[in-house]
């Protein structure tokens, strides 16, 4: 099973829309998907109109891994499942904090469900925090919207130093321009600057688009409900770049 | 999980069933286009599964299932109908499929047409729950010629982590609707249907031979069992639909040749004379491509036996081994569709017919199976033992290809016979024998290969420009073969001696030189 995480350290940057667009994206192309909404505010799960879960909560993980594989619903659509968010989760850092190794817990209660699937897609919640660590420790690409700023360029600049200090054993980093309005002159000059900056900057970039809002209110995928508009065409493009990029099994 | 309909199941009712005060979306598709899947010998069906593909706007909705239950193994859409195992990466590496299919292609057995309602049951989020399903379908038949209304079905699909709803209401819509399990799966109806029998195909038959009747009679049964397996796998094997119909049908053919010239003195001599030599002519047409579909289907071992770099330099061997294989086909075609294919088949017929009929036969015949089946694989050893005598180290490639020949007899007849034999000490003997069966044919096979290459290389440059590149790809690997056969040999004259040495020869002498006790005549 791979993992990727949508990442940063800002709120409102289009992690969750991209999680759930590539997700869904992964599943169309046969990936046996899991989506793990750890963002205790549920947006991925509200997507997928599944209720987040309150039993037993966060702390039943840390006595028993197994209890994960029970949270797992199926969504309407085939071969994409969810773990939904959980308000306990919240408590994460508080829970985890004094445990032996605290930075491995998230990996070591994902090996019941690594045989079951082939992806998994983590969506995050803003923060550098003990959950993100251990976010960074289990992942294998994380994916980073960044929104063209002089802003995100530091958030990003930051984060790179952050990795520095820290550095994970296997992550790939793999960021993106996400609610990118070309009309803009300074969006524009930006996004080319950052382009030839950060090498591993992706091609695709995210348009600022109506349809990517209304995942909200749809509570489906672009890609399921409006498939040619421009934002399902993107998705689909970073799609196509983070199988190259970050899944060894494909080639063009 | 599957349910049959008795009495006509109206969608209303089965909607209020499921309903039960909560939201119920009904979407309905017209021709639905279905079809199942499996290996040409049914492996699928064998191992109590079905794999079923549903054809839906451009894409395929395959499930995996299993057999009768209907109990979901696997649910997914993708973009192509996959042909083997392998095309099910994607779909997470299913090693249970894996196991199952081996190399072999997925072939669509039947198809089906019809309407689906699809009913699905949703929450005040409008999540759906769980799907029902009131499938109406017709079988096709190959040609499109004809049809068979299908009895109506109900399919239940659970969504994972909602199964308490999905436990009542299968509960409730099962009592309501008067739904019993069907008496048999969909698949089979369907194939019973296109008059299709399943799973009594065995490339690999066994026979319980009782060791007093005469040897004759045994005969004509093993026999005609083979040609059996020969008629069935004729058409897969002209039409190429997977590669291991030729192969059941050449193991066959070899295997009657074996039998009529191991026991040669039980038949009318003049008939199983003609036969032999027909026989050997479709074992000739059919080995030519049995060989290259081994070169194709292992093409990638190859590949990686040369450098990195000149890897795909190998594509133009690759395409020039599919077009030889595309002519040698067409030749095969010819033969297999030839009068004198059909006549072969037909005096093969008309000679076990005879074999009821004592007078025409010569006095051997009588003589017990038991006795016949001794005399065979003692003499068939004797021969290997004589043959192997004295081999040196490296021996020449010729005299290993007759001792491959010789022990693959030797093998058909202890296979064929073993029921005859006590099974502990048989089994014994059998698996010695395969062992140095699977050296003697991988050397043949890397030989072969080999040799070819060689003519190949000259063949296709005159055929058509070559690029440097892949001269010197197949150069590369015409070395690495020549490495392999080299070690192959060692291996198999390693195992020709130890399957030649003393102790091995009283175990087969104390077996089947002495007639065993009661039977004989
Ligand atoms: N490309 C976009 N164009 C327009 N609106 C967007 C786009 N991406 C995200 N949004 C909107 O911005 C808000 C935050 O997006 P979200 O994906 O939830 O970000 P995050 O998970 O980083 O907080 C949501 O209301 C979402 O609909
Ligand atoms: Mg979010």
Known sequence: MKIMATHNIKGGVGKTSAAVSLAYLAAC??????????????????????????????????????????????????????????????????????????????????????QEYDLLFIDCAPSISLMAENIFHAADALLVPLIPSTFSVRTYHQMLDYFHKNPPKKLQLLPFFSMYDKRRQLQR???????????????????????????????????????????????RNLWREVKVRALDDYTL | MIYAVSDKLSRKRLKELLSDGMDVRVEVTDDTKRYYLDTFDWRLLRSGMVLEVEVRGGLCLLTWRELGSGELLLSRTVRTLPKSADDFSNVGQQPRLKQ??????????????????????????????????????????????????????VYFFPYRGYDKIFSHRLRRIAKGAKLSPPTEDPLISALAALDITPGEYSGRPTFSLDPARPSIDALAEILGRLLQIIRCNVKGAREDSDPEYLHDFLVAVRRVRCLMSRFESVFPEERVKLLQRDFSWVEQEATRIRDLDIYISRFEDFRAGVDEEYREALNSLYSFLQGEKQKKLWQMRVALESSRYLRLIESMDH??????????????????????????????????????????????????????????????????????????????????????????????????????????????????????ISME??????????????????????????????????????????????GAV
């Not at chain 1, 750890?38 to 702390?59: E, M, N, T, Y």
């Not at chain 2, 070395?479 to 003393?502: G, L, M, N, P, Y």
Request: glycine share 4%; aromatic share 8%.
């Open chain 2, 351 to 468: 000679l076990l017919q005879g074999c009821k009929d004592a007078d025409t036969l010569p006095p051997t015949a009588s003589i017990a199976i038991d006795r016949a089946a001794c005399n065979g694989i003692w003499n068939s050893y004797r021969v290997l033992v004589e043959t192997a005598r004295g081999l040196p180290a490296t021996p020449r490639s010729e005299r290993i290809y007759e001792l491959h020949q010789i022990s693959k007899h030797l093998g058909y007849q202890m296979d064929l016979f073993r029921s005859l034999f006590p099974s502990k000490r048989m089994e014994r003997q059998i698996r010695a024998h395969d062992r140095l069966q699977r050296r003697l044919n991988r050397f043949r096979d890397i030989d072969l290969q080999y040799r070819r290459l060689q003519s190949y290389i000259t063949r296709m440059t005159k055929a058509q420009a070559v690029r440097e």
């Open chain 2, 473 to 518: 790809a197949v150069k590369q690997l015409i070395a690495d073969r020549k490495r392999e056969q080299r070690k192959a040999r060692s291996r198999a004259v390693i195992q020709i001696e130890h399957f030649t040495r003393k102790k091995m020869r009283k175990r087969f002498k104390s077996m089947f030189k002495q007639p065993p006790k009661g």
């Open chain 1, 189 to 235: 000059d930006l996004v080319a600057s950052m382009s030839d900056e950060v090498r591993e900057m992706l091609n695709t970039s995210i348009p600022y688009a109506k349809n990517v809002e209304l995942m909200g209110v749809e509570r489906a995928p672009v890609n399921q409900f409006a498939p040619t508009s421009r934002s399902a065409v993107a998705y």
């Open chain 2, 100 to 153: 199952v299919l081996g190399r072999r292609r997925l072939l669509a057995h039947a198809s089906l047409r019809g309407s689906t309602h699809r009913f699905l049951l949703l929450n005040d989020d409008e999540k759906t729950l769980m799907r029902v399903e009131l499938r109406r379908d017709k079988v096709i038949s190959s040609d499109s010629s004809a049809y068979t209304q299908m009895q109506d079905g």
């Open chain 1, 29 to 114: 192309d046969g990936y046996r998907t899991l989506l793990w909404d750890l963002d205790p505010q549920g947006a991925a799960s509200f997507c997928f109109r599944i209720k987040p879960k309150v039993r037993g909560g966060v702390k039943s993980l840390k006595r028993d891994p197994f209890s994960l594989e029970q949270a797992v619903k199926a969504t309407d659509f085939e071969g994409l499942d969810l773990i939904p968010a959980d308000f306990s989760l919240r408590n994460f850092d508080r829970i985890f904090t004094r445990t032996k190794n605290p930075t491995r817990h998230l990996a070591r209660l994902l090996t019941p469900l690594r």
